[in-house]
Every structure is written in C-alpha cells, then in structure tokens.
C-alpha cells in the first residue's frame, strides 16, 4: 500500500474513536497526522429479545449475512453471553459485505462463504445462488437501508430482518472541531452516517470547513449522502475499504487518479 502522497497532511477521520484507530496508525506511519472526529457512537439495541430468539433458533436458517464488522462484533459478542461460545453455530452459510467483515467473522471462529467483489450489500444476493424458500438471518444495524432485504425478497428468500444496533450522535469533541478550524487537508468519511453525522454536529460551519479541505468518501452510497447535502466529494476509491480509501486519497495528493 503507497499512502506517500499524505506525508505532512492532516486528516480528519469520522468513524467511531475505536474503529478509526487502524487507519490512525496507517496514517502516522506515514508521517500524516490523523485528527479523530468521531460523528458515530455505535449502541446495542436496548431490547435483545428478538436477537437472543434468532440465536436460539440458528439452526432453521440457512444464510446468516453480515453488513458491517459492528454487527458481526454485537450478534457473536451476545452469542457467547447467551451460549458460552462466540462461534455461530448453526450450520447456516454465511455472507459478508467486504473483506473487514469477513475478517471479522474469520477471527470469531466463523468462515464466510461468500463476500462481494464489489463491497456494497446490493452485490451479495448475486453470489448467494438461488435462495427460494430459504430462511436468512439478516442482524443489521437499525438505521440501515432496506434495498438488500428488499432485493432477497425478491429472489424468493424469507428474510428475517434483525436490527441489533444504533448509531447516535456523540458530543462533539471541541479540541478535535478547533483542529479542523485550524485547518485540514481532508476529511474522510465512511458511511452515510459519518456525512450525516458531522453535518449536524458542525450546523451552519459544516460548508465552510468541507470548502477548504479534500473530502472523501469510502464508496458510491456514502459520496451519494453527501451529495444530497450539497457536499462536494473529491475522492471515492476503487476498492469500498478504509485502507482503499487512504490510497486513494494519496493517489489525489499525489496528482494521480485515484
């Protein structure tokens, strides 16, 4: 991975405070300064009455599909509470949108069947073969679109869409919002949340910030967000990753198409 091109730059990281540490260090290690911002808090969902019955019942599905390493880190996080083990068990095959997902789902003892060459949730019905008639588990977060569940219902699948966690909006970190008033070279966002998010914690100030710096978006639905909010988006990569995301924000930097 080449992040040369963000030698000397300051960059501004949305994402949850424990989730942006990984693209922190990418970024020190290349002699950038990463400024956390955090715009998401990431909550369990108050009731776990419906997540403990999936979990109960993980033997009548057939697919268990997973759109974000938060939900994979929540539904086995409460399977070892409610079993003893973190492992999903089940025998049911098992999707993921992308590749931190999957790493995710790897490292908790369960292998993902299928990801998507394509890291966004609208490419994983392809890869799952015919699904009529056959249960799936899908444990989303609750604010998240409904087009994957929508597109499996189509195919003839029975879905049983599972909200397990909620995003709100954390209090603003002022030392952190005094940095990017200072002045910063790009602000990364990662999901619609995180663009959302930052809009409403920065209000009227919001324009003028994003004005001075670069902003990139990690893929196509997130840049969407922005652009609804009347947000120019400078950088979208070609890989949905967060590491894809830094590259291709050096590859800007660095004059190159990114």
Known sequence: MNLRGLAGKRIVLTRPRAQAQVMAEALRRHEATPILFPTIEIVPTDDMTNLDRAIDALAEFQWLVFTSVTGVTVFADRCEERTGSATMLGGARIAAIGPATAGELTRRGATPE???????????????????????????????????????????????????????????????????????????????????????????????LLERSTVACIGPITADAAERLGIRVDVVPREYTTMGLLEALAHHFDGRDG
């Open 114 to 208: 299928f990801v998507p060459e394509e890291f966004v949730a609208e490419r994983i019905p392809e890869g799952m073969g015919d699904v009529r008639g056959q249960s799936v588990l899908l444990p989303r977060a609750a604010r998240a679109r409904k087009d994957l569940t929508k597109e499996l219902e189509h195919r003839g699948a029975m879905v049983y869409d599972l909200p397990i966690y909620d995003t709100r909006v954390p209090a603003v970190d002022a030392h952190a919002l005094a940095e990017i008033e200072h002045g910063v070279d790009a602000v990364t966002f990662t999901s619609s949340s995180t663009v959302e998010h930052f809009a409403e914690l920065t209000g009227t100030r919001c324009t003028p």
